[in-house]
């Protein structure tokens, strides 16, 4: 009975604010079939993304077999001990002629050197004193010896091919010597051909192989086929499992891309997409995209720790990154270098054993296998589902607006069929990528906007007495940031939805708009909260536009320009942060800091999340208990809403797992709580503490 009176002046204040803003179930109803058929379309990219779990752990042949050297080892042995430790596969690379003089198969050197040796008289061979004498001999040719008649009849194709038969000369008939008209010191580092003795040698050490091939200039349709047939020479098809191009151009580009896309067919390879530095699409290689999707995307990402990055790292931070990196950005071919700085007590060879064995045990406890690289089945979602998800994308934006402005019912669902409309049709049109873009971007954008919207007009309703005990606060900051992480949940969904096909997953197509991402919807929030209250005293509202204008017309002070100093400083780490082109350094202490998440928990949560937007909300909620300054609650409500967009954003990263990138928001909401407990907690302590000071201060005056 007690609480009656206090029940119906909230039930009177919720009934006059609904008369102003109202939130349209038929648009509600829309966004929740948008809602499920995003869980539809997300459950069948979970099923895809499951089924592709087998990583490949490919190791340069070259540098096996200089460690080998290094560490006067044989080479079988070597390769067998790193075959038992986890690697499968080795990467073999075209024969160069300064490769063949360094292992002794192919000797090579440059006329003028051959005519050196005569005029000082050390060139005691008589059939090149003769070819000298004979005029046969000249300074600018290069002049190729063959110590083994299959490597040199290779290398002898492989030049014929990239120079043309008029350069390549015989010099003397029954003799494995060549002339070849060609500056010295620029071929000698000339890809020459894939060598099927390396080829074969590895496959029967029991690796698979993976080849690396360059492109040639001026590409023909035999040269393609002469790199295919150099392989099915070898004797080991079967075993030949990844393509991997070397250079600035895939193998057939420009005008033969098709015919190595029906070879690798032929032969179920895959191709090998190599990671950007930057960790945003791929090393640039003309050629490589359009590739892969004639090979029906039967593609791997591919992922190598560059060789500065490796001078800095120790055997056991490199081995943690590998299954992290498999598992949040769909790494499949795992290419390793060797370490060339030995682990105290161990040997160069031990070191880099131990490495290979903790990075296979980190992945495999990751729940990954070792062996061929898994590809994504070919998978799209059904343009009926992306249909549905598109209308709640449309639905959301009618609402926001409406909740900004409110309009008639009738315009409303006027605005929704022709949104619907422009994005829905091209889907089924066959077509449509933009559009799924733009719908993912606008769900990216308004529904984390429309979650605090929620928020601020929940606030509103509750309309908190000033004296509730912490506990009470607490409670309800935790009960509501969960609600909200729910709500803003759904526009994750409706980007992993939307764009959940096998191109977003290899990152051959990426979500456009991070940056707007973060940014937008704190522009969307604060115009609603204009909207709805006062910044500059009590109510009545004022509007947007002129508390804009009164925020023009606000005298600067120097504090004033201090605080707008800081906040730039703030913006220009919270934007710089986002994307991978950012300058803006991370501190040690935070990359410690996510090397412990990512240790303790499933999915390492998002520091804007858990360290910035849910303390604010915590902070935020107990502003609106206390009635601080509007102001302060303001400022605090954006820094909320940047958990929001950080979350949504989260679901743009298509190449991470949707199951990862759902449970990183637990996560998030997790530590965020107790973040935020803690934050306010520290707040109390702190101001009274300072009550105390100023009661000391006060009784000894």
């Not at 040698?201 to 001026?218: D, H, K």
């Not at 077509?431 to 769900?443: D, E, I, K, W």
Request: glycine content about 8%; some cysteine.
């Amino acid at each position: 009975r007690r609480k009656l009176p206090y029940l119906r002046e909230s039930k009177v204040k919720v009934e006059r604010f609904l008369t102003k803003f109202r939130y349209n179930r038929w648009l509600l109803a829309c966004m929740a079939l948008g809602l499920i058929a995003a869980l539809y379309a997300g459950w069948q990219r979970h099923q895809t993304e499951t089924a592709n779990h087998t990583v490949e752990m490919v190791y340069d042949r070259e540098e096996l077999a200089e460690l080998a050297r290094i560490e006067g080892r044989s080479e079988q042995d070597v390769l067998a001990q790193f075959r038992e430790a986890g690697v499968t596969s080795l990467a073999v690379y075209e024969r160069t002629l300064e490769k063949l003089n360094q292992n002794g198969q192919v000797t090579s050197m440059p006329g003028a050197h051959l005519l050196h040796q005569y005029r000082t008289g050390t060139l005691s061979d008589p059939f090149w004193r003769r070819l000298v004498e004979n005029g046969r001999i000249a300074a600018e040719d290069i002049y190729v010896i063959g110590h083994d008649e299959a490597v040199f009849s290779e290398v002898k194709a492989d030049l014929e091919r990239r120079l043309g038969e008029s350069r390549v000369l015989s010099v003397a008939e029954g003799q494995r010597v060549l002339q070849v008209k060609a500056d010295y010191e620029k071929a000698v580092k000339w890809n020459l051909g894939l060598p099927t003795d390396e080829m074969r040698q590895i496959a029967q050490a029991g690796f698979l192989v993976v080849v690396r091939p360059s492109n040639y200039t001026l590409v023909k349709a035999e040269d393609v086929e002469a790199v295919f047939a150099r392989i099915d020479g070898a004797g080991v098809q079967k075993q030949v499992s990844t393509l991997m191009f070397v250079g600035e151009e895939a193998l057939g580009y420009p005008n033969q891309l098709a015919l190595t896309a029906q070879k690798m067919k032929e032969r179920q390879l895959t191709l090998g997409m190599i990671e950007h530095p930057l960790q945003l699409q791929f090393v640039k290689q003309d050629g490589l995209l359009d590739l892969a999707a004639l090979v029906n995307y039967r593609a791997a990402r591919v992922y190598t720790i560059a060789k500065d990055e490796m001078l800095k790292l120790k055997p056991d931070e490199a081995a943690h990154r590998w299954p992290v990196t498999d598992q949040e950005r769909n790494i499949r071919i795992n290419l390793l270098r060797k370490f060339v700085k030995t682990d105290p007590g161990k040997t160069l060879l031990e070191t880099n054993l131990d490495y290979v064995r903790a990075t296979r045990s980190g992945i495999m406890e990751n729940g990954f296998a070792v062996g061929r690289a898994d590809v994504f089945a070919e998978y799209t979602p059904s343009p009926y589902v992306l249909a549905l998800i598109m209308l709640g994308a449309a639905a959301s934006g009618v609402l926001f607006l409406s909740l900004v402005r409110p309009f008639s019912p009738l315009l409303q669902y006027i605005l929704l069929v022709i949104t619907a409309s422009v994005l829905i049709v091209p889907v089924f049109k066959g077509g449509g990528l933009m559009a799924r873009q733009v719908a993912a971007l606008a769900s990216a954008v308004i529904i984390p906007a429309l979650s605090m919207t929620w928020q601020l007009d929940r606030w509103r309703w509750l309309s908190p007495k000033k004296g509730a005990p912490l506990t009470r606060i607490l409670g309800d900051g935790a009960v509501s940031l969960t609600l909200l992480v729910l709500f803003s949940l759904v526009g994750g969904l409706y980007v992993a939805g939307l764009l959940g096909d096998v191109r977003f997953f290899l990152e051959m197509e990426i979500y456009r708009g991070v940056k707007v991402t973060f940014i937008a919807p704190l522009l969307l929030v604060s115009v609603t909260y204009l909207a709805r209250h006062n910044l500059f005293g009590p109510e009545p509202v004022l509007g947007v536009v002129p508390q804009l204008k009164r925020m023009l017309n606000y005298p600067i002070y120097v504090k004033t320009l201090l605080g707008v100093a800081l906040l730039g400083v703030a913006a220009w780490i919270f934007v710089g942060r986002s994307g991978h082109t950012a300058g803006v350094p991370v501190p040690a202490i935070e990359l410690k800091l996510r090397a412990f998440l990512e240790k303790v928990m499933y999915a390492r949560p998002r520091e804007k999340e858990f360290m910035i937007g849910h303390p604010a909300f915590f902070l935020a909620m107990l502003a609106w208990y206390r009635q601080w300054p509007r102001l302060v609650h303001f400022v605090l409500v954006l820094g909320a809403t940047i958990a929001q967009g950080s979350l949504v954003e989260t679901f743009a990263h298509l190449r991470t797992p949707v199951l990862m990138s759902t449970v990183r928001a637990f996560d998030g909401l997790l530590v965020g709580i107790v973040f935020g407990v803690l934050a306010v907690v520290a707040l109390q302590i702190a101001q009274y503490l300072t009550y105390l000071l100023e009661r000391r201060t006060a009784g000894d005056e």
